[in-house]
């Protein structure tokens, strides 16, 4: 809402005229300038930007290790390197990824930034427990780096036992202990959102006002404080077991190793729905919006995410059938998993019928989420297939297995990542990127995606395993084409990196709300002033009010 | 100054008195309550004795959760809060029994 | 809780809150939120205690008879009286009487401090009596058992990990004594005690099921 005080609808507001400034106080990137500024801020949205250039750093990092991974494997004889390198080239592609990239993704940079936005409130809850969780995690990156610097680890990012503790000669005890404190920071940001999504909100936004994307993030916070603590201690005894020889997963004393993956999992399947949670909020803001239609079945949405967030603690066996647990427990854990199907399928189905008879944009934020819907569908249904018994016992560890968490992870959260990262751009900076450019690398990261990991769904099934460093020579066509792959989704994420910095300085500016969507986050100014909102917001009558409504059950929005 | 106590107000110590009841009291159950275990611990009088120290145990945290963290005088929101963490370590515990009670 | 507090004792508001009670009671559910994590960081210590005894029962009754459970027990009593004197604490902050209130924080850092000593003591006590398997220098006393090795190494892990809560505990107990000392203290900062009374509580809580799990149920058959 500007400072002059008019109150205007969106339907009367001209979309990319700039608001006018005179008389308005700064926004939250001009308020202040010094470094001291921005490296003591407590603003929820300068932090979500610390946050935002330090994961971008770690993704860069990731992926090439990851374009290591894929040169290694152009060949099938380990000629390119040696079998070492290429072990720790997939662990520091692994740990980096999944515990400082796609875990802090997207509740610490969008999260961080528009919970506070989208709920009317000035602020987190506890802002300078804000500022420490980003100094937590640079203080956990410091240590994974360390590790890396001084050669590097060869574990895998799961940190199995006993290899771990009693096999490895490279450096565990510094990357374990990384671990451990960036655990710290995702337990202090998820205590945040959940104090702030319970007590900060605007006077009239109920529950069931939310958007879908605050909800997403609740049900990852409650995550966050529920399973971190357990992998937190079950990295201590690691490092315990590593450097005292604690015995609890030593076979050689009498302790098992299963126990550890146990610890592990009971954290580390909840994960991944830290990791696919926010990008499925992120999706179901983009879709209403482009399509200029309700979302459809909000409440069955808003409730999918809290039952994805509870029945993904009673799954965490599947992954390990073929390690040594006893037949009741895979066949328990086997049963449950297929239940996740029921709230993802919920959601897809939702994402589709909002589409269905909308009016379709198809601008970037929408490529990406369309993406996003598309991937999603195989990542999950490839799930079903890793969580039968029988099955796994035929593509567990395989490629299999590497296609399909990647076609989560990548295809979902990486897309959704910058599929938010386009739509609420404009918001962040207040400059509109470049459109044609930004249409270029989303197609982009969509084949490249594809050739890269498709084939791979293909070796798995053929039998060529995760983790090795040499493969049969029938393979390398396949191999070859997913390397290839790389090299194109390795274009599509270069682009947006040199125009989105390039629109910093010389894109257009962006109105308050250059997409006319709907959320309080496109009520303030873009940038907005450094407390939010220059007058209290007003809540709307129903979420998602957009254009084109659906009639569902007339109770929907109650 | 409010110590020492004998230059305390007889409506000050009316009120003391009243503040003091209930951590006294709580203080008093729990070391009762501990006595119990440790002279069970100590004797072993017969073969699964452990079931009814865990039980004393879910006694002392109750009495700990409910009257010394105030969770019964709180709104229910932190009462669900204060019985979510309970609720997970069930979870936990139980999932990884179908293994360990399997093998 | 807000209410029962005397005059001129309360909670200066924070500029992002709108109201002083919603600062409350943001403050009062991140410190439960934050509990959550503590409880379930030490049940995965007290499972993987349960596992031992389920896969080596002999091992573990004969490493668990050898822990000193008389310290234990005095231990469990020291933090049961510093809870006593953290309630007192709280219940001086509501009634304003702030220097009674900072004596009964000084008598709880005191017992923190003392459970500490004890502690260390009983280290000191299992050294002695070669009950420190992790040492590779010193041999262990139920070599005869290997799988003892395991539940005792769990119980110095979690036996050090609750001694590093009490230790910051400790810490910042002694440095909010030391600003709740000063005047109009507990007209701006009253829920600190609480807040923080509700962290010591539950570090209690946490020794009052370490105490049974690791000294006292594995002693039976």
Redesign the interface.
Known sequence: MSASGTIEGAAHREPHAPEATIGRKPDYLHAESTLRSWFFTTDHKRIALLYLASITGFFVIGALAAGVVRLALVVPNGAIMTNDTYNKAFTIHGVVMVWFFLIPSIPATFGNFLIPLMIGAKDLAFPKLNLTSWYVFMTGALFTLVSVVLGGVDTGWTFYAPLSTAFSNTWVLPALIGVTIVGFSSILTGLNFVVTIHTMRAPGMTWFKLPIFVWTHYATSLIFLLATPVITTALILLIAERAFHVGVFDPAYGGDPVLFQHLFWFYSHPAVYIMVLPGMGVISEIVPAFARKKLFGYRFVAYASIGLASVTFFVWGHHMFINGQSDLASLVFSALSFAVAVPSAVKVYNWTATIHKGSLRLDTPMLYAMGYIGLFVLGGLTGLYLATLAINQHIHATYFVVAHFHYIMVGGTVLAFLGGLHFWWPKFTGRMYSEPWGRVSAILIFLGFNVTFFPQFILGYLGMPRRYATYPPEFQLLNVLSSAGATILAAGYIFPMLYLVYSLWFGRKAPANPWDAKGLEWETSSPPPTLNFVSPPEVPRIPYDYPIQATESKDQHR | ???PLSTLTPADRA?LKQ??R???L??LA??AL?AV??T???T?PF????AI??G??AL??AT??LV???VI???P??RL??G???F??C???G??L?????? | MSEGLAKGVGVARAHHFESVAQQREATTLGIWAWLITELLLFSALFLVALILRIQHPEATVAAARHLKFWIGAANTVVLICSSLTMSMAIEFSRMGWQRAMVRAMLATAALGTLFLVLKGYEYYADWDEHMMPFLSSRPFALEETPAARLFVNLYYVATMLHAVHLFTGITLLLGMTWMAAKAGFLSRHQNWIEIYGLYWHFIDLVWILAFPILYVVNRGT
Do not use: C
């Open positions: 100054m409010r110590t009120q503040r003091m209930k951590p006294v709580t203080f729990l070391l501990l275990n440790v069970l611990g100590a072993l073969a699964h004795v452990w120290e865990l004393v145990v002392m945290a700990i959760l010394s963290m105030e005088e709180e709104p929101l932190i809060f204060s979510l963490g309970f997970w370590v979870i936990m515990v999932m990884t179908t293994d360990y009670l399997g093998r």
